[in-house]
C-alpha cells in the first residue's frame, strides 16, 4: 500500500488523509432516478440543502440527469435548466459559504451555465465538477477544465459512464482520465478526486464487482489522488440482502458506508446526510485511524 500521505485542498476544503472523511449530499433534480425518494422539487431545495449542511455536509451534489439504466432521456438543455434553477434557488436565498457545489454533469454546455451562475454570486471558488464519464463524453469539457481550472471529480469509465469492471481495469481508465486533464494543463495532484464507479451502471457489472471495490478500496491509492465512494443505496446492496426497492436500503448502506471510510474513502456520498451516516463514517474513520496512525481514512 502507498505509505505516501494523499491530500488536495480546494480554496478552504481539505479532502484527504489528513482530514475527516467528508460528506457529499446528493441534491437529486432528476425524476428518473433509480431512488425516487431522492428526489427534490426546486420548491424544497433550500431546505434540503440546510439540513444537509447542518448535519455535515461539505459539498453538495447537484443533478439534473439519471444515469440509471432504462432512465428516460434527458436533454442536455432541459438537464441545464434544471441545475440553473436549482442554482438560482440555492444563491439567491440562502448564504452557501459553508459548503461547496459540485455540479454532476458530462457537458461542457451544462458545467459552464452552473459556473457562471456560481460567479455572478460571487461563488466560484466553491465549484467543483463531477463528470461520471471521466471527460469521456464530451472531450469540450476537459479543455474549459483546462481554462478554468476547477476542482474535478472523475469517475471511472472505459466507453460509458461506469462500464469499468475489476479493480485493474477500472485503476487504468481512472489514470487515462487523470492523463486527459492532465494534457489541458490541469495539475491533477492538486484538482482530481477519483471516484471508482461502484454501481450497476452496466448491466454486465454485477454485484460481485461491487463487493470487490468496497472491499479493496485501498487499491486506488495507487493513483495518489483522494477517492470518492458513492454507494448510496446502490443495486449491489439490494441483491446482497434481497431488498428491490432502494427505500429499503438504509442499514445496508451504512453498512456498507463504513467499510468503505475504513478501506479509504475520503468522501461519502450519500442521499442520506443524517445523524446516522455522520455517526457511521465518524466511527469507521476512527477505527481506520487506528489501524493506519492517518487522521482521515
Known sequence: MEKENINVRFHH?????????????????????????????VAEIVLKAKAMIAH?????DIGGRSTAPHARPV??????????????????????DAVYMSIDTQYREVAEAAFDIM??????????LNDVSGLKTDRDLADWIGDVDK??????????PGDSLGIEETIRDLAESLELLESRGVDTSRKAIVDPAIGRWVPEKGPDYDLELCARLEAFRVLKRPVLAGISRKSFIGAVLEKKDP??????????????VYNGAHIIRTHDVTDETLD??????????????????
Not at 455535515?56 to 453538495?60: E, H, K, M, N, V
Open 56 to 60: 455535515g455536509a461539505s459539498i453538495l
Open 151 to 160: 476542482p474535478v471529480i472523475l469517475m471511472a469509465t472505459h466507453n460509458k
Open 13 to 41: 476544503l481539505g479532502i484527504g488523509d489528513d482530514y475527516p472523511v467528508r460528506i457529499m449530499g446528493v441534491i437529486n433534480l432528476s425524476e428518473e432516478s433509480f431512488y425516487k425518494g431522492s428526489f427534490v422539487p
Open 280 to 297: 457511521t463514517v465518524e466511527l469507521a474513520a476512527a477505527l481506520r485511524k487506528k489501524r493506519t496512525g492517518r487522521k482521515g481514512p
Open 119 to 128: 460567479r455572478s454570486h460571487g461563488k466560484e471558488d466553491f465549484f467543483i
Open 75 to 96: 436533454t442536455v438543455s432541459e438537464e441545464k435548466n434544471r441545475i440553473r434553477a436549482a442554482l438560482d434557488a440555492l444563491l439567491g436565498s440562502y448564504d452557501c
Open 247 to 260: 427505500a429499503l436500503r438504509l442499514q445496508g448502506t451504512l453498512a456498507a458506508t463504513a467499510v468503505a
